[in-house]
């Protein structure tokens, strides 16, 4: 009954949209999202991920977290996090080359296609690494 509320007034999507990053759904009701607020989340790019019963949600929601998703539109620029504080040098580069790798096998020419690659921490200066 809250999905077809929801689905009436389209301004609440788009806010709820707005407000978070990603959305769960129980296998239950999965089958009506899309009917209902389907359209507009798919548009905004932020469909719910299903989570059956049996899994555990804490585990679900760092997954959730940690995952990335790139975009490549009309921009020729992309940033994206490939690591935190408590992380060892180690697991950052290795974040890094599979970032790296992982973007370049969508583009078309491979490597032809990057002109140049930096590395920065937030407040620090950016290092050129390719």
């Known amino acids: 009954e809250e999905l077809k509320k929801l689905n009436k007034n389209k301004k609440l999507v788009k806010k709820m949209c707005n407000q978070y990053d990603a959305f769960l759904?129980?296998?239950s009701i999965i089958k009506l999202?899309?009917?209902l607020v389907g359209p507009h989340m798919h548009r905004?790019?932020?469909f719910p991920t299903v989570c059956a019963m049996s899994e555990s949600l804490p585990e679900k929601v760092v997954e959730l977290q940690s995952t990335v998703k790139f975009q490549l539109k009309k921009v020729l620029c992309?940033?994206?996090?490939?690591g935190h504080v408590e992380m060892t040098e180690d697991q950052v580069r290795q974040n890094t080359v599979m970032a790296i790798n992982f973007l370049v096998s969508l583009l078309k020419k491979?490597?032809?296609n990057l002109k140049s690659a930096y590395i920065k921490s937030t407040m620090g200066k950016?290092?050129?690494?390719y």
Request: glycine fraction near 10%.
């Open 110 to 112: 491979n490597w032809q």
């Open 78 to 82: 992309l940033g994206t996090c490939v």
């Open 33 to 35: 999202v899309p009917r």
């Open 126 to 129: 950016p290092q050129r690494i």
């Open 44 to 46: 905004m790019g932020k």
């Open 25 to 27: 759904c129980s296998e």
